[in-house]
């Protein structure tokens, strides 16, 4: 099993629609958890971070924790076409490493 | 406020070769760490250092080095390259246990 699991993709919204990203973990000392996004080409950007159960809201971004069942999500919601781009999961454990999923590929269709 | 800056942007070399990465930390920033990105994947960790030693490693062999630097910017040392070292190689600073920002990467083609 691996120690982060995202869909591959690719997932395909309107614009304007709610895309939704999901991630599990399987480390249960996990402490910290954040969202890149990766642009064709160029490197991860954080765009979210989540260090408690619940949601954390930041613009179009809402990011949520699961603890319990060892999941993360992230929503994005009025899609925009310049969203388009691999989304990566990332969790940290106490040892300060940080573990990346595979990523999702979302691609926003005007 | 200059982010995250890593030198040089690409660099090929042969096999067997040995390769020195550079990465300067945001200001502010004490903690250094790099990652390897292979095409398609998500970036792997390769190690973390902060007060000028290695404080954690990922599953790399040891022909992965790195130096952390009194002014906190660090080199990714490879030896003895191989082709499966062709890959993007990030540089992502932070305070100590807090959130990381990466660089541009250095996209490196072993031939």
């Known amino acids: 099993q691996k120690e982060v699991e995202q869909n591959s993709g690719p997932l395909s919204v309107p614009e304007g629609a709610i895309a939704s990203l999901n991630c599990t973990y399987s480390?249960?000392?996990?402490?910290?958890f954040f969202w890149y996004r990766q642009y064709s080409g160029k490197s991860p950007e954080l765009i979210m971070s989540?260090?408690?159960?619940g949601d954390k809201e930041d613009g179009r971004f809402t990011a949520q924790l699961n603890k319990a069942s060892q999941y993360v999500s992230l929503l994005i919601r009025d899609s925009q076409p310049s969203d388009s781009a691999t989304y990566l999961c990332a969790v940290k454990g106490n040892n300060n490493d940080m573990r990346f999923g595979a990523g999702t590929r979302l691609t926003v269709k005007p | 406020d200059a982010g995250v800056t890593q030198s040089p942007t690409h660099l090929i070399k042969t096999r067997g070769q040995q390769v020195t990465l550079r990465c300067s930390p945001k200001?502010?920033?004490?903690?250094v760490s790099w990652y390897q990105q292979a095409l398609g994947q998500g970036p792997q960790f390769i190690f973390q250092?902060?007060?000028?030693?290695?404080?954690q490693r990922g599953n790399f062999p040891d022909r992965f080095s790195g130096h952390q630097f009194p002014n906190y910017s660090s080199e990714l040392n490879v030896n003895a390259l191989l082709l499966g070292d062709s890959a993007l190689y990030l540089c992502?600073?932070?305070?100590?246990?807090?959130?990381?920002?990466f660089g541009p990467g250095t996209r490196l083609t072993v031939t």
């Open positions: 992502a600073s932070s305070p100590i246990g807090h959130e990381q920002y």
């Open positions: 200001s502010g920033h004490d903690t």
């Open positions: 989540i260090y408690s159960n």
């Open positions: 250092y902060y007060e000028e030693e290695e404080r």
């Open positions: 480390d249960r000392v996990s402490q910290s």
